[in-house]
């Protein structure tokens, strides 16, 4: 079947007139109103520049898309922040306009505004001020009714925040000492505003054509984002009581992933991995979201599952982002939301994807918890230590991506991972990149703390970044500033006793050092009287051992682990005898 679209340049004029036909609407799925009084103040600018270049050619404002749904209104895919908008400047016109001493410009203009906002009987004219040619029904928004009667009565509330009174109070304020100075000018500039500024009117003949235009066109406000667009999706498929739990349950999920410093676009995103998992796709090219759902005729976003699926995604990102307990047992792991603190230092994003799906699938399980502390234990020590030795995303990009398949068949997944040499990454932890210093650093202060790190906190230099050259003699400039970035330099720092501390030497912040809740640095400062080169050398080569006993134990270049009672296998005679080593010189 033919695909239908008509586009038709119109004046402003002519595309609102169209309203009393067919409804303009912006639907329950859309955003709320959001333009910035930058965004307001840059279209007055634009016209009032236009109209004092006396300039007759036609201004062009942009595309509207719409189509139109089952009532016969015009329901508004892109570009309702425009037409919204359009719609608050021309009220202000009219409120100012109805001040004025008619004249014959004043009844001309304010009869030409009529009928572009308003209802009017077909005989007489006569304006029906209740009966707007614009309805928001943004689900949940009270500026709806905002919107609604600025446009009815002209007014607004006093003090008022939200986008519709501010951006009216605005324009009212712009329209006013513009026909103030320019009183001449005021009325060409309404009548551009009307007639010569353009829009171009994009209606298709279903929602699908008018999300797929959309899809393609880049808008100059606020876009749609793939989870609008699913939302559409979604709730076109429902009846009538279904649309008022979906508006609901969206709505919540949206309020909850921003207070937990994601969205409902990551979720979808997070979520595209685990039905991929589910599909064996190893495939390293990861689709657009976009792309991905809308094989098959959108059909993983119809099932019933997808909501609740979104939901436990989300869960799991408010306990990692917030710091907070749900009604699960795992959440209230410590050792568990050690890890998954680490593990949120790791320099890009591939240590999520298996996390999630791992977390998805086997959640429902007995011990989870263990299961899951196992799981995130390996998946740390195999992540980092391959980023010591080869800092970039390829280096686990395939193994992660195989790890996906196989965590949604087993909870005790295979890691194909090429195995990391022990020797270079000892060589290399000492001047490890510094994309992966604050993870190393946590994986090192969680073997001590008992709780998660304080929420503010810096990489100190034990020894400071600057120092005084008399202070090393024997050593050379360059030879000191390349071994104070070295990692056994580096320790987790409170930022606000970190400020207190500033660039002094040993001695005089370990005032400062003694006040830490860092188990680590508190130790640390009660075993030594002074810092210098030879400290740090030595501590280099205390961390390497002990990062990889660290990683051995949780599985570093095991193809795969078994699920243990206890959350530390027993380690190996040489393991003890440098775990003695490390407790002897204060690090353990």
């Known amino acids: 079947m033919a695909t239908a679209i008509e586009v038709n340049k119109q004046s402003v004029k002519q595309l609102l007139e169209t309203g009393k036909e067919h409804k303009f609407v912006i639907p329950e799925y859309q955003r709320p109103y959001a333009w910035t009084d930058e965004q307001i103040q840059t279209l007055f600018d634009d016209l009032v520049e236009y109209t004092g270049n006396n300039n007759e050619s036609t201004y062009f404002l942009g595309t509207i898309v719409s189509y139109e749904n089952e009532n016969r209104e015009q329901e508004i895919i892109d570009g309702q922040q425009r037409l919204t908008s359009l719609f608050l400047?021309?009220?202000?016109?009219?409120?100012?306009?109805?001040?004025?001493?008619?004249?014959?410009?004043?009844?001309?203009?304010?009869?030409?505004?009529?009928?572009?906002?308003?209802?009017?009987?077909?005989?007489?004219?006569e304006v029906d001020f209740d009966k707007t040619l614009i309805e928001s029904r943004v689900m949940r928004d009270k500026g709806n009714i905002t919107f609604s009667n600025i446009l009815k009565q002209g007014t607004y509330e006093i003090g008022a925040k939200d986008n519709y009174?501010?951006?009216?109070?605005?324009?009212?304020?712009?329209?006013?000492?513009?026909?103030?100075?320019?009183?001449?000018l005021f009325f060409w500039f309404t009548r551009n505003l009307l007639n010569k500024a353009i829009l171009l009117p994009i209606t298709a003949d279903s929602q699908d054509t008018a999300l797929t235009i959309f899809s393609t066109l880049n808008d100059r406000g606020l876009a749609l984002s793939d989870a609008d667009i699913f939302k559409a999706k979604i709730y076109n498929r429902l009846d009538l009581m279904e649309k008022a739990d979906f508006i609901e349950q969206w709505q919540q999920l949206d309020e909850d992933a921003q207070d937990a410093n994601e969205s409902i676009q990551k979720l979808f995103y997070y979520y595209m991995f685990y039905l991929r998992a589910l599909e064996n796709d190893r495939n390293?090219?990861?689709?657009?979201?976009?792309?991905?759902?809308?094989?098959?005729?959108?059909?993983?976003?119809?099932?019933?599952?997808?909501?609740?699926?979104?939901?436990?995604?989300?869960?799991?990102?408010?306990?990692?982002n917030n710091n907070v307990e749900i009604e699960e047992d795992w959440s209230k792991n410590v050792k568990v939301k050690q890890i998954l603190d680490s593990?949120?230092?790791?320099?890009?994003?591939?240590?999520?994807?298996?996390?999630?799906?791992?977390?998805?699938?086997?959640?429902?399980?007995?011990?989870?918890?263990?299961?899951?502390?196992?799981?995130?234990?390996?998946l740390l020590a195999t992540l980092a230590a391959r980023y010591v030795v080869t800092p970039t995303i390829n280096a686990v990009k395939r193994g992660?991506?195989?790890?996906?398949?196989?965590?949604?068949?087993?909870?005790?997944?295979?890691?194909?991972?090429?195995?990391?040499?022990?020797?270079?990454?000892?060589?290399?932890?000492?001047?490890?990149?510094?994309?992966?210093v604050r993870m190393l650093l946590k994986v090192l202060a969680y073997e001590k703390q008992q709780e998660l790190l304080p929420d503010r906190?810096?990489?100190?230099?034990?020894?400071?970044?600057?120092?005084?050259?008399?202070?090393?003699?024997?050593?050379?400039?360059?030879?000191?500033?390349?071994?104070?970035?070295?990692?056994?330099?580096?320790?987790?720092?409170?930022?606000?006793?970190?400020?207190?501390?500033?660039?002094?030497?040993?001695?005089?912040?370990?005032?400062?050092?003694?006040?830490?809740?860092?188990?680590?640095?508190?130790?640390?400062?009660?075993?030594?009287?002074?810092?210098?080169?030879?400290?740090?050398r030595e501590r280099d080569i205390r961390i390497s051992d002990e990062l990889l006993i660290i990683f051995n134990e949780w599985g570093l270049n095991q193809l795969q682990f078994s699920i243990q009672d206890d959350s530390k296998p027993m380690p190996t005679a040489e393991d003890l005898k440098k775990i003695d080593e490390l407790r002897s010189k204060g690090f353990i």
């Open 89 to 125: 400047l021309l009220r202000a016109i009219y409120t100012k306009l109805d001040s004025m001493t008619e004249t014959k410009e004043v009844r001309n203009f304010k009869r030409q505004i009529e009928s572009a906002l308003w209802q009017q009987d077909e005989l007489t004219a």
């Open 343 to 378: 593990l949120t230092s790791y320099p890009n994003e591939f240590w999520k994807y298996p996390v999630v799906i791992y977390y998805l699938k086997h959640k429902e399980s007995q011990k989870f918890d263990e299961m899951f502390l196992q799981f995130l234990k390996k």
């Open 284 to 320: 390293t090219t990861t689709p657009g979201v976009r792309k991905y759902y809308s094989r098959n005729n959108f059909e993983q976003l119809y099932k019933d599952d997808v909501i609740k699926n979104l939901t436990s995604i989300l869960n799991l990102w408010i306990v990692i």
């Open 457 to 536: 906190w810096e990489i100190e230099h034990i020894l400071p970044q600057k120092w005084q050259s008399s202070y090393f003699p024997s050593s050379s400039e360059e030879e000191v500033k390349k071994i104070v970035e070295h990692i056994g330099n580096k320790i987790p720092f409170e930022k606000k006793l970190n400020i207190v501390a500033s660039n002094g030497y040993f001695k005089k912040k370990q005032e400062s050092y003694k006040k830490s809740k860092v188990i680590a640095l508190l130790n640390l400062s009660n075993q030594h009287s002074d810092w210098g080169l030879d400290e740090i």
């Open 165 to 184: 009174s501010l951006n009216y109070k605005l324009f009212q304020e712009l329209i006013e000492k513009f026909a103030t100075n320019e009183p001449e």
């Open 400 to 436: 992660i991506l195989n790890l996906n398949a196989e965590v949604v068949n087993s909870p005790t997944p295979k890691f194909d991972f090429p195995n990391v040499d022990e020797k270079e990454f000892k060589d290399k932890v000492k001047v490890a990149h510094r994309n992966t």
